[in-house]
């Protein structure tokens, strides 16, 4: 199996030992966050089978809290890589914010990088590094010298560097990301990108993915109103890692996603209700993926949905979805959720939502503490 080439005019640095030929490991580094992750995306896509995508691929994150009884990141990475892929294509494991894990686990992880097999491909996407008051990258913002160094020796590091800045410098990002994904963009969107802070610039190539994707077959310019219709806005980032995390029913990782929230945001009980509002949203839509997924009207090889089931519907929620084709990249998230929740299961936790609903308003006992109350729900609901 080559190598894949990278997709996103990474700068490369050539493995300092020469292998079999075959690509078992790719460490994604440097402070451009979407191309990174477009790269992850298309090494998955190109070594993987896709009928089996949702069975031979597995994304890991580095940086999810900590679990007393926890397999340790490092051998859960390097056991399921080392699995025997369900199709044709390979294993494909990917680590996201590789740099959070601890030295310790690194080490580990680094001297198991020679024992994947060829049948396995493991993906180390790092966060952006964060810089101190002396202009050097901390530490903890990097991953080790040890991981580093095993990651030339068994694949490739491709490194992505965000522009120097300046407008110049941020359209010229835009318009080669839009063209990347074979599209233009209207001075009004390149007018809207210009506006984020320069904190978020590294942002853009992603979300013009996701404006490529809404927009789909229909135009092949992106405008104002299509980046406003997928741009993802910052302070409610952690509260839809959150909803994700529930939908995936990763317990630990929504329970830390929470402690985040309670600590960074404002007064808890203006927090609270913020999350208890897109939790309810995030079961609902579940639920509704779920009935048309039984119906065979949502996934591979879907029926169009129905005029008599699209009525059953909420206008704003998955009828509207599921006949716009600019949607598709929101529906695929929601099927793969839908699976993890029986209709019983989502009616039950429709249920806590109301519980948890009635604590906060003081209309039943149990609300004095609002951290506590969404705490309770997101075990609930996971």
Known sequence: MPAAKATTGAKKIIPTSATDGILRVVLLTGTEAGRKTAEANALAKSHVDAS??????????????????AVPISERALSSVAMVPMGEGRRVVIIRDAQQMEDGEQKRLAEGLGRIPASGLLILHTGSPVTGDDGKAKKSSQITTDLASAAKKFGEVREFALPKGGSEDVRALAIQSAKREGKTISPDAL???????????????????????????????????????????????????????????????????????FRTGSRPESVAPRVLVLLA???????????????????????TPTPEVLALLPVDGAGSAVTNPRMSWMIEKFVGQARNFSLAELMERMEKLLQADLSLKGVVPGGDNPQAVIQRLVVELC
């Open 281 to 303: 949203r995030q079961i609902r839509l579940i639920a509704q993926y779920r009935y048309l997924g039984e119906k065979r009207m949502v996934g591979r090889n879907a029926q």
């Open 191 to 261: 007018g809207m990108l210009g506006a984020l802070p320069s904190e978020d610039i590294g942002r853009i190539p992603s979300e013009i993915a996701k404006a490529a994707a809404y927009v789909g077959d229909s135009a092949n310019v992106i405008t104002g109103a299509d980046l406003e219709a997928v741009l993802s806005r910052g302070p409610d980032d952690v509260i839809f890692k959150l909803c994700d995390a529930v939908g995936q029913r990763r317990t630990s990782d929504a329970l830390g996603y929470v402690s985040q929230l």
């Open 52 to 69: 089996f995508a949702d069975f031979d691929v597995e994304m890991l994150d580095g940086g999810a809290p900590k679990n007393d009884r």
